[in-house]
């Protein structure tokens, strides 16, 4: 952990390289100092293609939810760090594409404790060497 899931609608595949978005995602929670192990943080995105926004009267409405999974273990302080930090990270991203149509950005998070989530990862081996 941290798992992070970025989805975005469809119509904005063509205004986006999202690969270059989930590594400035992982550099972020990389650059915190330790508070993630690096050899367990995931990034993903998926594409909506299914969707409804507000009263669909905008059919080019856009947006992009984020989901940080993370497990047990680091202070409220540190969640919001992080939070702030990633959140600040998709405004940045996102400012052009803000500027030029109507998109909506958010982000979650949520904590595991120790016995819900199953784990087996050999990553970590190259972090420790």
């Known amino acids: 952990m941290p798992h992070v899931t970025v989805e975005y609608t469809s119509n904005l595949k063509a205004e986006c390289d999202l690969k270059a978005l989930l590594k400035k995602i992982n550099e972020t929670l990389i650059a915190a100092g330790g508070i993630f192990p690096v050899g367990g943080i995931r990034s993903r995105a998926i594409e909506l293609h299914d969707y409804f926004i507000a009263d669909g009267a905008d059919e080019d409405d856009a947006f992009v939810h984020v989901t940080l999974k993370i497990g047990a273990g680091r202070s409220a302080e540190e969640k919001k760090v992080i939070c702030d930090r990633l959140f600040k990270q998709m405004e ?14 958010s982000m979650e998070l949520y904590e595991f404790g120790a016995h819900e989530t199953y784990k087996k990862n050999n990553i970590h081996q190259r972090y420790t060497k």
């Open 92 to 105: 940045s991203y996102f400012e052009g594409v803000f500027e030029t149509r109507y998109l909506a950005l």
